[in-house]
């Protein structure tokens, strides 16, 4: 079978992707609840308006949710998953739970040929130490008030680190 050639994703998401509570992983009343929100930016550190964040992640106490309907929000159980548009200043945010460690985030927007991975660690000391000292901090969120900003940026100076995954391919 002959390979097809990539086309870029987007700029479609926040009308065909997104949906209804894809934000909230828990409802904003939750008592563990927390915003994990930020910004993507481009190269010259311009908001990208049309991207879409995904975040996969374990409950605090670690177990991951292992259930079907992970799309499906009920207003009280916790999926472990959501999908955000961003606005058109490349906003995006969720409420959800603090992981142990960290949120693995994957990134889609035009101009893409495929999405992109990171995480948004807790603590310097939950990076791995394969990361270069020097790029270790584009991976780690700031507290503000009760959330974590986590800004994404695609490329250029503190270009955010993203991970490849051997043997992974859209």
Sequence with gaps: MTGTPGQTVGPFF??????PGGSELVPRSDPGAVRLFGRVLDGAGDPVPDALIEIWQPAPDGSVVQRAG???????????????ATDDAGQYGFTTL?????????????????????????????????IPDDRRASLIVGREGAGYRFDIRLQGEDETVFFSFPGYRD
Aim: aromatic share 18%; net charge neutral; proline share 6%.
């Design 98 to 130: 603090a992981p142990p460690s960290f949120w693995s985030i994957a990134v889609f927007a035009r101009g893409l040929l495929d999405r992109l991975f990171t995480r948004a660690y807790l603590t310097s000391d939950d990076v791995p130490l394969s």
């Design 14 to 19: 926040e009308y065909a992707l997104a949906y």
């Design 70 to 84: 992970s799309l499906h929000r009920d207003g009280w159980t916790f999926t472990g998953w959501g999908r955000c």
